[in-house]
């Protein structure tokens, strides 16, 4: 993962809104891959959106085979029901997606000045695009992030919906030094242009963490991050992702990630130095906070995290996207 990858070229826009492109200020970029269903539940929640803005969507098909989401949204783009375009982005991984969606918005409609995301397990208040427009303005940063609230499908225990990998970074709405999460973002289009194409790097297409990887990049150029706390997104959880396998899974890719971008940034042997630190520190800080959230789930997090950072550092990573119906 040392490379940052260029973009596929393989592209192809499948369905057109009748609007004219030239009068969207804003643009949502919603990747979509084998949720239909969910899909429209998140078109609409952007239907309803109640801003000054003039707002266009721009759906990334990322199954070229089944094409689910291309089928269930072509109709309410070509009838003018939303404003936009749905294309297909035949490179499967969320990041080529993303960078999919981007690069399309930057070309397709050139009054954009903000884009927003918002993925297709989540929808959106009415006010979400104007607050997060907002936000970016008011607080002068270059992007924003907003909390994704888990919505579990099944039954979940309290411990599972506390834990630390459904927990936002942030409570209060200001500037933040760093941002982690995609799933609920605005950026501007300064900033996207300032980073260039591809936005998001490949390498991280089925590791997740391309996201955490772009904003460490972003950082080092001087980028500036917000957070608004007022623009929530309810996010479908499924049952599986309640289950031990995934929760531990995912705490080690978090581990694992989080030494693969440091190492990218800081070298090998500062990522080194850190992942022995917190190694050594993961015991103590593991018992205080079972002891503390009165949970040995949640608890066992700083292992897992350390464990994980292990693994990164030989370049061990989990692919959880790579099998989307494990995932």
Known sequence: MEDHKPASPCVTIEARSPHAASGFE???ILPTF????????????????????NLAVVVMENDADGRAGLAAARGLFETGAMAGL????????????????????????????????IDDDEAAGPDWAERMIETVERLDVDVVGAPQVPV???????????????????????????????????LTRALLERMGDPVFDTAFNFTGGGDSDFFSRA???GARFGWCAEAPVDETVPARRTEWSWLHARSLRNGALSSAIQRRRDGRVRSAAKTAALLLAAPPRAILQAIRQRSLLIGLYPLQIALGRVQGEFGRIGEQYRKPEAN
Do not use: W
């Open 26 to 28: 804003a643009v949502v």
């Open 34 to 53: 084998r949720r239909p269903d969910g899909l429209l539940r998140t078109l609409a929640s952007l239907a309803a959106q109640v801003t000054k803005r």
């Open 86 to 117: 749905v294309l297909v982005a035949h490179e499967r991984g969320n990041c080529s997606a993303y960078n999919a969606g981007f690069k399309v918005a930057h070309a397709e409609f050139p009054a954009m000045r903000h884009c927003l995301v």
């Open 152 to 186: 579990f499908e099944g039954p979940a225990r309290d411990a599972v919906a506390r834990h630390p990998v459904f927990r936002p970074p942030y409570g209060a709405t200001g500037r933040v030094p760093i941002l982690l999460s995609s799933g609920n973002l605005c």
């Open 219 to 221: 950082a080092r150029k």
